[in-house]
């Protein structure tokens, strides 16, 4: 594994600033999902695009969990994009896992990446297929040379913020990476404001272009437009033949809203002869009821690992689902070396025997 320094780039402190000005009370007002459609250039729906910013917990630490989704279809060509990850208050990415895939007859193009903060250092591995070439690389980046870097999914947070404040400090160049994962800078550019129509209500929107200026290659930039409370209207990288819009309004966020905790209310015992071992199964059911509830409440990624899991299985369609699924989840594993994803879903299962 390569450590990569000396050689980063460095990001502004004007960005370190303004990651240090966010209150906790401006991340609780980006806690929402955003739902888009995929529209080619000729008005053609291609597919959808949904982001979804929550509360969780990593490693006992409060943080936010980014789950962002696209998926259809261009020119007849099945593609998509799935990111997942934990983000802390200051948009430090704690962990975060990256897939990407488009599925061209005969040579398919898979790319899966996963970043994860270990003590002192940022961790990144990477594999990527194409037809049937392998690559894997992994690099470790010192902690201390990565403060200001904003990943795929701290920078849906940020852009929230941003678009809820409607000003974009001057000077801010923070940390990303390119498309090779090399260290580079990113910047973001108010685009001011413009009218967009959301289903039948024509709505003030405020744009913001965000840029990822890579050594090694030309500038990526993408146009971002938002609601006043931060939803995001529409969405366009330069040069691509597709933009994410928003086609039905959202209900609108102005203030923060209180989590509603589900009450599990303890039903009384029934007296009565040979209904006491009944009563008992009653309470069990509901203590159990409530600790699953829980749990899953405190775990929302499992919504997300799951919908991600069973969408990709279902443009698969594997003949054997259980090599399938373990292949999938393997690279979810930071103990275990990344093994070749879905290369063995057609080959019989070994755990399942003929009779």
């Keep these: 594994m390569e450590e990569l320094k000396d050689l980063a780039p460095k990001a502004s402190i004007e960005a370190i600033e303004f990651l240090q000005s966010i209150e906790p009370e401006e991340l609780q007002l980006c806690l929402f999902v955003d739902s888009l459609v995929t529209i080619s250039d000729t008005g053609r729906e291609l597919g959808e695009f949904t982001i979804t910013i929550q509360q969780a917990t990593y490693h006992d630490e409060d943080c936010y969990l980014i789950h962002a989704n696209s998926h259809g279809c261009i020119d007849d060509i099945p593609c998509g994009t799935s990111i997942m990850a934990y983000v802390s208050k200051r948009l430090e990415t704690l962990e975060q896992h990256h897939h990407e895939y488009v599925k061209i007859k005969d040579h398919p193009l898979d790319r899966k990446s996963y970043m994860v903060r270990q003590e002192d250092q940022l961790v990144v591995n990477k594999i990527v297929t194409e037809g049937q070439d392998e690559k894997r690389h992994a690099f470790t980046f ?3 040379s990565v403060e200001g870097f ?13 678009a809820k404040r409607k000003a974009v400090p001057e000077n801010m160049v923070f940390l990303s990476f390119d498309t090779e994962t090399n260290l580079c800078t990113s910047t973001f550019k108010e685009l001011g404001s413009r009218n967009q129509t959301v289903g039948r209500e024509v709505m003030e929107v405020f744009g913001i272009e965000r840029a990822i200026h890579s050594e090694k290659d030309l500038p ?7 609601l006043f409370d931060g939803h995001l209207a529409s969405r366009v990288q330069i040069g691509s033949p597709v933009t994410m819009k928003l086609i039905q309004m959202p209900l609108l966020k102005e203030k923060e809203e209180e989590e509603q905790k589900p009450v599990f209310e ?3 015992l029934i007296w009565e002869e040979d209904m006491h071992l009944y009563s008992k199964y009653l309470d069990r ?28 299985l279902l443009l698969r369609k594997p003949e054997d689902v259980f090599t399938f699924a373990a292949d999938y989840f393997a690279p979810f594993s930071s103990q275990k070396h990344l093994e070749t994803s879905f290369q063995m879903s057609n080959k019989a299962n070994p755990l399942m025997k003929n009779n």
């Design 285 to 312: 059911k509901e203590e159990l009821k409530a600790n699953h509830t829980t749990y899953v409440r405190h775990h929302p990624e499992l919504k997300a690992i799951m919908a991600d899991f069973l969408q990709f």
């Design 220 to 226: 990526t930039m993408w146009h971002f437009f938002f």
């Design 142 to 144: 010192p902690w201390s």
């Design 266 to 268: 303890k039903k009384p």
């Design 150 to 162: 904003i990943s795929e999914a701290s920078n849906l947070l940020m852009l929230r913020i941003l």
